[in-house]
């Protein structure tokens, strides 16, 4: 069997270069050409991983199968990939470091003096290379976080110069930079990339491929200049130009060649020309979009779109699978209040309530569960958006007053409450109910059994609270039924309303399987429902 080849990209000048899309989009095309690859993610903070991070701090935490708590970008691998990833696909610093410091209280070094070279570099090695070991993978595209210069990405970068040495011809480093265009001087600039690459050689690390991010055409004199001083083959320097959508990068990456001069330099034969056929279809089907449809996505983060980053894509492929262009209102959910919601969801088709944790901004989001509710607007709650229906239909509809979540508050009438399990954790990381468990629904008669058609399902998770049980046979009496269970706990997975055109709440996330080529059925049934 051939060996795994590895592809480093790193990034210079600034970050929100797009990284995250190069690697999956360098990805798609390798894999479209018939080989199997996967993308990983450094990220050169001191969090083990993201899931204690503020949304405001680092977007969107993701969640995988296996319950590992993860950079948004592994949503982008999924996304493009059409295969799930794991906690192997995302390593941190913090999670280096409590390796190496766990190994050094175990006596594992033997006394030796433990140190960030080689102890720290080899342990990121170590997970670089975990990836390839089980010949699972012909190619592996690892993405170095942060800028090149960074302090703290020194020692991920060292690691790369020195699997570089030792891979030798099976591994490549890309580096993405900002070519910026100076309006007064009406020029491309090149030397902020020349500084980046320099200080790359300063570590020891000589990009292959250059692919520089550019508001403006290029011209083949800039790529020669570029690829002169800095070392790299005039062929191997690539532009990264604005585009309608992050779905177009691959093609015009395929266009450029980027895949096959990484290809032959990882010395990984080209087999046939890469199959996108479907891939074409669903862009030109998201650029022909003509009905556009309104809709409200509530939730507290709405300021920063990378903090629902999943649910955003998932509403996209939705309205693409059913051919209308979505004109979605973040809506903040503090800024919601029973003056306004009229005025500001009236014109809405559907409205999804967002997850969330906190009591900040809880009461716009029951306001907007329940004006969903009243008007037979398509509703979707996800995780505490279906918390928030059942906290609101408790109040509204059975008339407990007082029913809330023991998350906000000490209540007399807790309808969501802590799930058992959760009662003696202390610690905040990675201590929630997380990954795929499978739901069960009972009942085929409901919007989700006609959206999934099937009665069984996996779905991932992220939550610490759950609808609690006491409360369900008055719950159904009145109409919210919970149709979907899990098959060993009997957690309530999912709410529905019978008596209302579309009203469903799910405690799981899936927003996290909606991929460009698969979209989510759930998704999907919403955004029909919004507009039938
Ligand atoms: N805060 C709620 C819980 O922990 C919901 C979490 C979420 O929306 N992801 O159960």
Redo the contacts with the bound molecule.
Sequence with gaps: MANTKFIFVTGGVTSSLGKGILAASLAKLIQARGYSVTIQKLDPYLNVDPGTLNPYEHGECFVTDDGAETDLDLGHYERFLNVPTSQANNVTTGRIYQTVINKERKGDYLGKTVQIIPHITDEIKRCIMLLGKRGDYDAVVTEIGGVVGDIESLPFIEAVRQLKWELGGDALCIHLTLVPYLAAAGEIKTKPTQHSVKKLLEIGVQPDILVLRTEHDLNNSIRQKVALFCNVDKNAVFESPDLQSIYEVPLSFYKQGLDEVAMSKLRLPIKRDPDLEAWKDKLNRLYNLKDIVKIAVVGKYVELPDAYKSIHEALNHAGMVNNVKLDIEWVHSEKLNDNNVAEILGDKKAILVA???GHRGIDGKIIATRYARENNIPFLG???GM?CAVIEFARNVLGIADANSS?FCITPNPVIDIMEQQKAITNMGHT?RLGAYPCHIIDQDTNAFRAYGTDTIQERH?????FNNTYLADMEAHGMKAIGRNPESDLVEIVEIKDHKWFVGVQF?PEYKSRFETPHPLFVAFIKAAIS
């Design positions: 997850p969330g944790f996800i995780c505490l918390q998350e929630m992220r939550h610490r609270y759950e996330h």
